[in-house]
């Protein structure tokens, strides 16, 4: 009668084992369980007051949106911001929708993810708009956009470069360090990448 090699046993019994204490542990931690626990919480947290959230103004007056230019994608980018103003936007960059019906009220979540959806058009457009006014040789323009685009907490790596790009050709490298500070404290993916492209530049 054939016999299994001893090797073969071995492994049969190790891969049972194995399978045995993976049962055990998903038993005992499942963090899918855990998860739809918190989302539990989330649904039940009762609505809240959201009138003092930091809101974002976008203002025609303020920003350079009138610029004329034959470059229909420039119109396009220069519209896209036009239409925000008025509405409500919020940077919620890094929140996920459970943190924000826990912090903010289950009943509150469409307004809030809407908000943030105004938040992400926003700050794409800027940052486009501000290169489409750089290669077109409104600098000064450029540079208010790409600064408003930091006051608002951007997230878009080319709105920290471009800036950067201006802040070094006119000799004002020292405030790239201030671009530093403002990445450092993004709660974004994009984090690393914008300080790792920082680091590129000359100091002062």
Do not use: W
Not at 127 to 154: K, P
Not at 180 to 197: C, F, P, Q, V, Y
């Amino acid at each position: 009668m054939n016999r299994f090699p001893p090797v073969f046993i071995i492994i049969v019994v190790v891969g049972l084992f194995f399978k045995v204490f993976m049962n055990r542990s998903i038993k005992k931690y499942n963090p899918n369980e855990e998860f739809l626990e918190l989302e539990r919480k989330a649904d039940l947290t009762p609505k809240k007051n959201i009138d003092d959230l930091p809101y974002i103004d976008v203002s025609s007056k303020e920003l350079p949106l009138d610029i004329p230019t034959d470059n229909e994608e420039t119109k396009e980018h220069q519209y896209n911001i036009r239409t925000l103003e008025g509405k409500k936007i919020l940077n919620f960059t890094g929140i996920s929708n459970t943190e924000l019906k826990l912090a903010y009220g289950a009943a509150n979540i469409h307004f809030l993810q809407s908000c943030d959806l105004n938040f992400t058009r926003l700050a794409q457009n800027i940052s486009r708009l501000a290169e489409d006014y750089l290669n077109e040789g409104h600098e000064q323009e450029a540079r208010q956009l790409l600064e408003f685009g930091i006051r608002i907490g951007t997230d878009v790596k080319k709105n920290y470069t471009l800036l950067a790009d201006i802040y070094q050709k006119s000799g004002e490298s020292e405030k790239i360090s201030g671009l530093k500070d403002t990445a450092r404290d993004i709660n974004s993916l994009s984090k690393d990448g914008i300080l790792k492209a920082l680091d590129g530049y000359s100091p002062s």
